[in-house]
Nanobody, 121 residues
């Protein structure tokens, strides 16, 4: 049974930082590309960041580029999302996902339950 469990969400003031973690119970974790997505109330789920299997390639949505950093530790089966200079528009439920190295949700096999991030102004 594959599980992805996110943690690290919470309430933070604008300009602050949070670090999300996603622990994966996936065999051969290093074989999977990993990504972070988010969904705000009344909006569709959107791509945030992705990282390839080795961690050598990353990609970001324009809205978070320069503020967010995705990384992974294959020895710990964990992917991270460091979020700095947070803005109220970053408020959403954040999901991690595993599959291909892709921006497309339909190419990701595994999804976590999500963690709420709320940024106050």
């Amino acid at each position: 049974q594959v599980q992805l469990v996110e943690s690290g969400g919470g309430l933070v003031q604008a300009g602050g930082s949070l670090r999300l973690s996603c622990a994966a119970s996936i065999r051969i974790f290093s074989s999977y590309g990993m990504g972070w997505f988010r969904q705000a109330p009344g909006k569709e789920r959107e791509f945030v960041a992705r990282i390839n299997q080795s961690g050598g390639n990353t990609d970001y949505a324009d809205s978070v580029k320069g503020r967010f950093t995705i990384s992974r530790d294959n020895a710990k089966n964990t992917v991270y999302l460091q979020m700095d200079s947070l803005k109220p528009e970053d408020t959403a439920v954040y999901y991690c996902a595993g599959g291909f190295y892709t921006r497309r949700p339909d190419e990701l096999y595994y999804w976590g339950q999500g963690t709420q991030v709320t940024v106050s102004s």
